[in-house]
């Protein structure tokens, strides 16, 4: 698995059960340090500027250690480094407990509570804050930093019990030196608005040598989430009307060969079938190896999110080149927002523990998360320590990869929509096996849509 998916104002009574696929980063590589895995591989850094500090310290709180379960493994060598120097700064110690490779976060937080032992801060998927945050989370709804993550919240029963950490995005990476040298012109993304639009680039990649122009990842948490998610997020563009569309599926009042996003939903997905470099055998797709093909040129685009910058950078990608992405395009109409706006949404969320943690721990924490929004020095480590983009207004700070830096430019031109559908856990993998019989021809739209309405009628 790479990702899982995000979340926006979410009004929910939705019960636990059900599983957010958030766009979070399981095995991708991040941020302040080197890949994790390798040691010898040199740690790369950047610099953040201290002289400037005018966060007010509750000098109090000296002495005071708190813990930080980190889910998100990227960036395990940055939060140390974080929490390292808010140390310096405020006297609280920061310990940051990484989950281990096979715990879910979920598991591993449930085990600390009935070790009576929970972390006084936890990085969670949005899912499990959801499950957890009524019995063990701490009311966050009167933090500061909330007003400037307006539009980023989650919301448990017009709580708010979670920090929103990151937002990540998704849609079609293009290589804008790859278009541009194969057509000998400008390329201008914002040009490609429809479908029809979309083809007819390809088929003029296609005239001037680039025989199939997209990379098309097989795996399940790919087309069983990041693809067929499309048809829940696009009912409206807000999580709300996507779990709307899920529950009408579910009752059997929506039905799927009559409902205009799935028709369209494949249409899109047909045409990244049939230009796709692996079409011969789709399921025998290397993950790795469609990076390289991006990168080198032999296909020009790559349905993925902004976490694949490392896979890029590692096939040769440098950070000073033009990558972008183009919207999951839909039908063609150049007014429908799906056409013109990329999914983009926080997918980490750090809840406070308000069952364990004493009340000089919960004050340590909550000053920890508003030093990351409202300290000079926390703004800069959020974005170039971590190297994620920040879901909180006052930040000043851009991302420097291009991936990253792209979905950081649409989300404050207006062009995201902030959507993320609950399903339940196995959604991925049940639908995205059913996903990808459709993709390798071995059925029909008839029968994946009986598939997809199978699941849901099986749902509580």
Not at 87 to 104: A, I, N, Y
Not at 183 to 203: A, H, N, S, W
Request: charged share 25%; proline share 5%; net charge negative.
């Amino acid at each position: 698995m790479k990702k899982r998916f995000a979340s926006r104002v979410l009004t929910l009574g939705i019960a636990a059960a059900l599983m957010l696929t958030m766009l979070t980063g399981c095995g991708v590589r991040f941020g302040f340090a080197s890949d994790p895995d390798d040691p010898n591989e040199e740690e790369k850094t950047v610099p953040i500027d201290t002289s400037i500090d005018t966060f007010e310290y509750d000098t109090s709180l000296e002495g005071t250690s708190i813990t930080l379960l980190n889910s998100k493994a990227e960036i395990q060598t940055a939060l140390e480094e974080m929490g390292k120097v808010f140390e310096e700064k405020s006297g609280v110690h920061v310990e940051v407990m990484p989950v281990t490779d096979g715990d879910s976060p979920y598991t591993k937080v449930v085990s600390l509570y009935n070790s009576g032992t929970p972390p006084t801060l936890m990085i969670l998927d949005t899912t499990d804050v959801i499950a957890l945050a009524e019995e063990k989370g701490e009311d966050l709804s009167g933090e500061p930093w909330t007003a400037q993550a307006e539009g980023y919240l989650t919301t448990v029963n017009g709580k708010v019990y979670s920090f929103p950490l990151c937002i990540e995005g998704r849609g079609i990476i293009y290589n804008q030196k790859v278009i541009e040298d194969a057509l000998g012109e400008t390329f201008d993304p914002k040009t490609i608005q429809t479908q029809d639009d979309f083809v007819e680039l390809l088929d003029r990649l296609v005239d001037a040598g680039i025989e199939k122009p997209i990379s098309l990842a097989k795996d399940d948490w790919s087309v069983g989430a990041h693809h067929l998610q499309y048809i829940y997020e696009t009912y409206d563009g807000t999580s709300d009307g996507a779990a709307e569309a899920i529950e009408e599926i579910k009752a059997g009042d929506l039905d799927l060969n009559k409902y205009d996003r799935m028709s369209e939903f494949l249409d899109m997905f047909d045409i990244l079938k049939k230009y796709n470099v692996a079409k011969a055998d789709p399921l025998g797709a290397d993950y790795d190896e469609m990076a390289i093909d991006l990168v080198d040129g032999k296909t020009a685009f790559w349905f993925n999110g902004n976490w694949a910058w490392p896979n890029l950078q590692d096939a040769g990608a440098e950070e000073d080149e033009a990558y972008g992405f183009l919207p999951y395009f839909m039908n063609n109409d150049p007014d429908d927002f799906a056409n013109q706006k990329i999914q983009a949404s926080p997918s980490k969320q750090v809840m406070l523990d308000g069952q364990v943690a004493t009340e000089e721990e919960k004050a340590a924490a909550k000053e920890f998360l508003n030093w990351i929004v409202f300290s000079e020095i926390g703004q800069q480590m959020l974005v170039k320590t971590c190297n994620i983009i920040p879901p909180f207004q006052n930040n000043p700070y851009e991302p420097s990869d291009p991936l990253s830096k792209n979905i950081y430019e649409q989300v404050h031109a207006g062009t995201t929509f902030n959507a993320s559908a609950i399903v339940p856990n196995d959604h991925w993998s049940v639908l995205g096996a059913a996903m990808q019989k459709y993709m390798a021809d071995r059925c029909d739209r008839k029968e994946l849509i009986r598939d997809i309405e199978d699941y849901w009628a099986e749902q509580e």
